[in-house]
């Protein structure tokens, strides 16, 4: 079954440390895998995608992601944060269907220190 | 362009009531979903319209929980009785044909 894990339920960085939110997916084939963020009272916003092609994606807000094959990971990366980019984040990868559904992992809570 | 508008933002209600969630897609968009997130668990898909026609209702929970999408225009979804297992935030998403999702803000739904 297809499934997406996030490990990191929550993590603290300092404002102006590099970031890396972990995400390992369980899928049969190449999957469709995705970022969305969503901050307080917004709704979920798309930061990144992989589909195919080159494994290193850029998104928006200074984001990237890396997909690896070999290890089944998706790990999004920034490398100074923002208080701004304090939110909630999440990955997820499209299920192989006719319904462009999307399998998500529980999401990580991303704390800033000033 | 208008986006995804999902409404109450909150709601709280007592077990055993009912409750209607609504959703206005873009317009233009033929895919609606819901999706729903449990506290602290993953968010999970509830449903899948293809205009008026449910494409996919597989991740409904039970039958106290009925969706509606009239004229291919704005969803609803109704919960009831509703039961405190059933709180959470609902999340509605549109597409056309692709991942090209846009999701609403969500309703957040305490059942007390």
């Known amino acids: 079954a297809q499934s997406v894990t996030q490990p990191d339920i929550h993590i603290t960085v300092s404002e102006g440390a590099s970031l890396e939110l972990r995400c390992n997916y369980s899928y049969g084939a190449t999957p469709y895998l995705f970022w969305y963020v969503q901050s307080p009272g917004q709704g979920l916003q798309l930061l990144l995608k992989?589909?195919?092609?080159d494994t290193l994606v850029q998104g928006i807000k200074g984001f990237e992601a890396e997909f690896k094959r070999s290890q089944s990971s998706f790990n999004l990366r920034k490398p100074s944060v923002h208080w701004s980019d304090a939110a909630e984040y999440f990955c997820a990868v499209g299920a192989r269907n006719s319904n462009y559904q999307l399998i998500w992992g529980a999401g990580t809570k991303l704390i800033i220190k000033p | 362009e208008a986006g995804v508008t999902q409404f109450p933002s909150h709601s709280v209600i007592e077990k055993g009531q009912t409750v209607t969630l609504r959703c206005d897609p873009i317009s233009g968009h033929d895919n609606l979903y819901w999706y729903r997130r449990v506290m602290g668990k993953e968010i999970k898909f509830l449903l899948h319209f293809v205009k008026e026609s449910k494409q996919d209702e597989s991740g409904m929970p039970n039958n106290r929980f009925l969706a509606e999408r009239t004229g291919g225009t704005y969803s609803t979804l109704k919960v009831q009785p509703a039961e405190l297992e059933d709180s959470g935030v609902y999340f509605c998403a549109s597409s056309q044909n692709n991942y090209g999702y846009t999701f609403g803000s969500g309703t957040r739904l305490t059942v007390v």
């Open positions: 992989y589909f195919s092609g």
